[in-house]
């Protein structure tokens, strides 16, 4: 048995921020997690500083797709209908939060977040010898369908208004910003106070050694099944052995709602939006910033090693086999976007879990010795340092600088008799 300060259940991008942060600050911290560090939703994801994203995921207009979402398989958004059950307490909360006020809330405080992750990353890149790998150059959102360009229009104007800057580019400014992208696109919204990650792989891997580095211990493939409390502490029972703690921190990802439930008794409506990626690694020097497509609902990431196209939105569940026609499709919807053939030689197809509350806000929180940081759905990567100080505040009692009322768990006490 041993006794650590604090042990963190998750070695994702939200575990491993919050370790090295705390470690730094002179917190014994333990990092456990069920694979090796790193290895979930945060290595697969599209590496996107997303701070543009202050939407909720869902919206009223999602409800005109659900009879499609049912019958093709590998449309942008899928429900697998065997997951159905298991997903309507989740679904139904998720439609009551797109009624004005719910959504206006999770708007609101998805914008505060945002506001503060791209500092915060610039800020933690420095102190960690990230910056080889964290960008800020922007982001675009394009369109290629006529109508789409009063959308893009409308949506570059609402963004602006609330502070989310934004440049409304021509066709023509496009193709000059990114050359290589096909005539089809007709116009796009530059994004400059966005950035991207261009390899996840090594960040990961230099914040772990970071970690280790300053006495933090790492335990990895050990799999927490249960924690019991023990007088002011804990008991994790894990799947290698049994250890002591005094403090816990669960950052589990989609993973979390289980052991939530036994550290709270509170059910939080986490589910989790299956995502692909497919990795060309014979693609460079296409693209210099991300680019999303409006009308095609994914993302190509330039990263070191090579060209990632990423997205869709699976409602499957944490247990049925990836379904990586999904991965595949991803070359078909950025085929045409393109001016050049895409090289498929080599090409890695993914899956991963986006942990995603049914108000689209992760859940941060402090009660007592128990610390809640998970639930970031498709923004855990732009929302990870700032996340990571709202929890270092926590732990020692400081004054937050964005209130943390919206992200504590107890907006779930009302409803969680729902599951
Ligand atoms: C296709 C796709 C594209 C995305 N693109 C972006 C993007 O561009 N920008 C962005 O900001 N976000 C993006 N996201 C979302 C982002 O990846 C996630 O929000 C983020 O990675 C969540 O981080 P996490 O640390 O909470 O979870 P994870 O990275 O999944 O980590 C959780 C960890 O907990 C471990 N674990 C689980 N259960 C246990 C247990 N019982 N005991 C011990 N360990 C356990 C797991 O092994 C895992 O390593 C994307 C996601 C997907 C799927």
């Known amino acids: ?24 600050r002179g917190v014994q911290v333990t990092l456990i997690d069920a694979n090796d560090i790193g290895q979930g939703a945060s290595i697969g994801n599209a590496g996107h500083l997303a701070t543009e994203q202050v939407f909720p995921i869902a919206d009223a207009s999602i409800l005109r797709h659900i009879p499609a ?26 439609l009551l939060n797109m009624r004005a006020v719910p959504f206006d809330t999770s708007h609101q405080a998805l914008l505060r977040l945002n506001q503060d992750s791209l500092k ?11 910056n080889d790998w964290v960008e800020v150059k922007g ?55 966005t950035g991207h990650v261009t ?24 799999r927490v099944e249960h924690i019991v409390r023990r007088g002011d502490g804990f008991k994790l029972v894990t799947n290698q052995n049994t250890m002591m703690a005094n403090k816990v921190m669960l950052a589990a990802g989609a993973h979390s709602k289980t052991l939530a439930k036994e550290l709270t008794g509170i059910s939080v409506p986490l589910d989790t939006e299956r995502g692909y990626h497919l990795m060309l690694p014979n693609v460079t020097q296409r693209l210099s910033i991300p680019v999303s497509s409006m009308d ?32 595949q499709m991803l070359h078909q919807l950025a085929q045409p976007m393109l001016r050049a053939p895409l090289d498929m030689t080599d090409a890695a197809q993914w899956m ?19 610390f809640l940081n998970f639930g970031h759905q498709h923004l855990g990567l732009t929302q990870a340092v700032v996340s990571a100080q709202m929890i270092t505040h926590d732990y020692f009692n400081e004054v937050h ?11 779930f006490v009302k409803s969680s008799s729902l599951n």
């Open 1 to 24: 048995m041993s006794i650590s300060e604090l042990h963190i259940i998750g070695g994702g991008i939200i575990g491993l921020t919050t370790a090295v942060m705390l470690q730094a």
């Open 69 to 94: 979402m049912l019958l093709n398989p590998t449309g942008a958004l899928r429900l697998d209908w065997r997951y159905l059950p298991q997903l309507m307490p989740w679904a139904i909360q998720l």
């Open 120 to 130: 915060a990353w610039q800020q933690f890149a420095n102190t960690w010898h990230l």
């Open 139 to 193: 982001s675009l959102l394009t369109v290629e369908k006529q109508r789409s360009i009063d959308a893009l229009t409308h949506h570059g104007k609402r963004l602006n208004d609330i502070g989310v800057s934004n440049q409304l580019l021509s066709q023509q400014q496009l193709l000059e910003r990114e050359p290589t992208l096909q005539n089809n696109q007709l116009a796009a919204l530059f994004f400059p106070d």
């Open 199 to 222: 390899n996840l792989n090594a960040m990961i891997a230099q914040l772990t050694h970071s970690f280790r580095q300053l006495g933090g211990t790492v335990r990895t493939h050990c």
């Open 296 to 327: 095609r609902r994914f993302i190509m990431t330039p990263m070191e090693q090579g060209l990632r196209l990423a997205g869709t939105v699976e409602y499957a569940g944490l247990n049925a086999p990836a379904n990586m026609r999904r991965a």
């Open 352 to 370: 991963g879990f986006r942990p995603s509350t049914a108000d689209s806000l992760p859940v941060i929180d402090r009660i007592d010795n128990v």
């Open 401 to 411: 600088t964005i209130d943390p009322t919206p992200y504590r768990l107890s907006r």
